[in-house]
């Protein structure tokens, strides 16, 4: 996978498996869906899922796994499937982002529980935010991934969808625990002492 998807053969990815070529064609039929497979194959362990116990440094953490995985030899052959046309190629990269998306959401519902994401908000507005531009960069314009502001983006992504870090959560709290204290201290200022 290191020269492309057309550069590779069946006979080197044989060799250097120690199987016989017959073996990969039976299971694979050709070579784009091996590549295919073991594009995919990558990406699900190396996009794995974090759980940080913050909704902003999973993203954060998302984000700098992703573009690890664009930048790689096996990201741009990823990136290659993603235009792909070919039928088998449109259904596992549908049933590929199914997955993942559906992992993403339950980042977001433990964002949710501990009340740092709206639950009216959809969390998959704020994924395709952060995500697009990178596809966009690695696909359309070609610039570097390395410079890219993940976390003003995250940042900016969290404040427009009204989402609250950890940090914002914890001021919050306690701005709301002195205004009850403050109410509280005005009760009892107010009664009538004995």
Request: some cysteine; proline content about 4%; hydrophobic content about 40%.
């Amino acid at each position: 996978m290191q020269k492309g998807i057309d550069a590779f053969t069946i006979a080197e990815v044989a060799a250097e498996a120690g199987v016989h070529e017959t073996s990969i064609y039976r299971r694979w039929g050709t070579k784009h869906a091996l590549a295919r497979d073991a594009c995919l194959q990558h990406a699900e362990v190396a996009l794995a899922m974090p759980d940080t116990g913050s909704l902003r440094s999973d993203l954060v953490a998302l984000l700098e796994r992703l573009t690890a995985i664009l930048v790689s030899p096996e990201g741009r052959a990823l990136l290659a499937l993603s235009v792909s046309q070919h039928p088998h190629v449109i259904e596992a990269r549908q049933s590929f982002w199914q997955r993942r998306l559906g992992l993403i959401r339950t980042v977001f519902d433990k964002a949710m529980s501990r009340g740092e994401f709206p639950r009216h908000a959809d969390p998959m507005h704020v994924v395709e935010t952060l995500i697009a531009p990178l596809y966009f960069r690695a696909l359309i314009t070609g610039e570097s991934l390395e410079n890219w502001p993940t976390n003003e983006m995250i940042d900016r992504a969290l404040t427009a969808y009204g989402a609250r870090t950890g940090e914002q959560r914890g001021a919050g709290d306690h701005r709301s625990r002195g205004r009850d204290m403050t109410a509280k201290e005005q009760k009892r200022r107010s009664e009538p002492k004995a």
